[in-house]
């Protein structure tokens, strides 16, 4: 037994003086700003998922009371494609159900709950106010309009299509930017209406970048966007 104890130690020792090649050191500040990311990203899920369980139910509610689309049974997730940048969007499935994704790019950025219902919000305010079908439909008529335009001209099949893509785009970017305010109008209620503040959850436009002047931009200026969301909450104020 006393040789086996000895034999165990002297290899205890032995491994305590062995010179095996040094492993790197462990960089704390590196370990701590992940154990951070961690700690934020779960902190973000829950406040993620609490906001969807206000939202979602006021969204379906104001969707119901509009009668604009059948389907008001939203859908709401994070898309987990680590490479997308900011973004949050809306589109239906399949059968017609709202679906609104939120990359995690968008997530991460967003400072606190109020920013988040308002983007949920605005989100399925365009599926409330059946942006998508209008938009489409506008495309359409614009883009038959110009085909027989093109063929009346004696164009050729490339021109002509060229001249389609053109008409769509012209005619849905001048939507575009009227679908955005009425979304922002109607998200800021829906956010208002499941609780949070839509005049902080605002404050997310100041960190988008500016639309430059005379680019085509589907969207309208972050200025005068704020200012339909105060003049929005303060009528909803008055009412109550
Ligand atoms: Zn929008």
């Given at each position: 037994m006393r040789?086996?104890?000895?034999?165990?130690?002297?290899?205890?020792?032995?491994?305590?003086?062995?010179?095996?090649?040094?492993?790197?050191?462990?960089?704390?500040?590196r370990a701590a700003?992940?154990?951070?990311?961690?700690?934020?990203?779960?902190?973000?899920?829950q406040m993620f998922l609490q906001t969807v369980a206000a939202v979602a139910p006021v969204a379906k509610e104001i969707c119901l009371e509009k009668q604009i689309v059948?389907?008001?049974?939203?859908?709401?997730?994070?898309?987990?494609?680590?490479?997308?940048?900011?973004?949050?969007?809306?589109?239906?499935?399949?059968?017609?159900?709202?679906?609104?994704?939120?990359?995690?790019?968008?997530?991460?950025?967003?400072?606190?709950?109020?920013?988040?219902?308002?983007?949920?919000?605005?989100?399925?305010?365009?599926?409330?106010?059946?942006?998508?079908?209008?938009?489409?439909?506008?495309a359409q008529r614009a883009a038959q309009a110009a085909a027989v335009a093109a063929a009346d001209q004696g164009q050729s099949r490339r021109q002509i299509r060229t001249a389609q893509r053109a008409a769509a785009l012209a005619a849905t970017e001048g939507y575009s930017k009227l679908f955005e305010l009425q979304a922002d109008a109607l998200g800021a209620e829906i956010a208002l209406r499941a609780g949070f503040d839509p005049l902080l959850g605002a404050a997310f436009f100041d960190r988008l970048p500016q639309p430059h002047h005379g680019e085509a931009s589907s969207h309208p200026d972050n200025r005068t966007r704020k200012a339909l969301v105060a003049q929005t909450v303060q009528q909803l104020r008055r009412r109550s």
């Open positions: 040789i086996w104890r000895a034999a165990a130690l002297a290899l205890t020792l032995a491994g305590c003086v062995q010179t095996a090649s040094p492993i790197a050191a462990p960089n704390a500040a700003e992940m154990v951070q990311a961690k700690a934020e990203g779960k902190r973000k899920a059948g389907n008001c049974d939203f859908q709401i997730f994070v898309d987990p494609r680590l490479r997308l940048p900011e973004n949050a969007y809306q589109t239906v499935d399949y059968s017609g159900r709202p679906l609104i994704g939120f990359t995690l790019a968008l997530l991460s950025d967003a400072r606190d709950a109020d920013e988040i219902a308002f983007v949920m919000g605005h989100e399925a305010a365009h599926h409330i106010l059946g942006h998508l079908a209008q938009q489409a439909q506008t």
